[in-house]
């Protein structure tokens, strides 16, 4: 049988282990980030008197069963809450026997277990999972397995990550309109406990295309406001503010949501990243060694952004690296965005004059900020544990820097020797192709 916890377990009982807080949490605990009985759609239930007694019971507990609570606060005992759902249960399981491809059975034995879950019935957990896995496997097409399941998970300490990958699967691959106000109201809960403001914001305003927020939306949509901090053009950040980095099996991903672009580095380069001073922002590293004719050679490279200065075009910010170079117009070798302009040198002499002179290469592109900056660097992150004994720990996640407002021209540059210049272009291709850039056509689904 599986075990889990509930996520509010972890968070208010002090006879489990320790556990994390995030500033949300507490309040959220409370709050259902699940389905309800409400998107089952009852005229496509069997219609066996079975079925239709155990759908009016358990809506007649629902409201006190859809969430969990450590302290029990209704006058109907919580004994008999979950005794009135288990026997849902088995009817239900009952009329499963005799109608096995019933989509909406199996939604609406997954839902009941879900909240059966919440009062600690044995098994709940497992027929609620197995239940939402059936329905899905009946039909594919329909977006509401894999949302309940996810949403179901999103109430678990140990899924809470996974929970939310499911809604963000279901949301890439169904139009919106299929999209109730319940899936919606879901993701925003799930999408605060994983600390992903910008899939909030993104979210709330899907869900006011429907009708207003409830107090829990707007709440939830406060809180990620508050987590969202503008980035002004006239001050300076240190690195730590503005660049994260995480390990991956393949590399460090390093990205920067006040810079709007990230990037993939599996070759475990000595990068020297700045902080944003001015709205520039700016790392740079060496490539190599690399075995030239008369020693090791380290290349550079270097990728700048910074909004454009008054009345300065794409062009115009090209031509204050190239010019003096003598670089020319050329083909780009890869583009991280639609379209890019990009040069090259001839070979320079005064450079690397050892190792048959220098070559530059520069790559030029231009990004407009989209409507909910920071969407595509958000993953489900799940909370840090305390330590095991300890009372409860809060964890407050760090504000992020919003994306620099506006366009932000972009310069990715390679600095090499002639001797080296195809193993340095090969690097220089790489990091290109692993650019991820925050532009308007990050956040159109």
Known sequence: MQKTEHLATRIQSPLRRACWVLLAIIALSAVPARARLRDIQVDKLPQHPEIQKAYKSALGVEAMAEEWSLQWRYSTPRATVAATLKTCLKELQDAERATPNNEELWLLTGTIASYAYNLDVDGAYDTATA???????????????????????????????QGMDSLLKVESQFDRQQLSPDFWE???????????????????????????????????????????????????????????ANKTPVGTEFFSHACGFGFLDGDKRDWQIYGVRDGVC??????????????????EIMVLARPPKPGETLNDFSKVFTSGMGARPTEPVACPVSACLAFKTGTRANMYSKEDGGYAMLTVFESHAPRFPGLIFEEPRTPPVGKSGAQAQYFRP????????????????????????NEASDNYIHLLKSLVVDTKRADQH
């Open 131 to 161: 239940a939402m896995n059936t329905a899905h496997s009946l039909a594919p097409n329909d977006p509401r397995p894999e949302w309940i399941l996810g949403s179901f998970y999103c109430g678990t300490s140990d899924k809470l990550a």
């Open 186 to 244: 879901s993701y925003m809960t799930c999408a605060t406990l994983t600390n992903m403001p910008a899939h909030v914001l993104r979210a709330a305003d899907r869900l006011r295309r429907l009708g207003p927020l409830s107090a829990t939306a707007k709440w939830q949509v406060d809180m990620a406001a508050k987590h969202i901090v503008e980035t002004s053009v006239t001050k300076s950040y240190t690195p730590q503010e503005v660049w994260s």
């Open 282 to 299: 700016m790392i740079r590293a060496k490539l190599g060694p690399f075995q030239g004719k008369a020693g090791s050679v380290f290349p």
């Open 398 to 421: 760090n504000p992020e820097q919003q994306r620099l407002a506006g366009t932000l021209y972009y310069l990715v540059l390679l600095d090499t020797a002639e001797s080296v210049v």
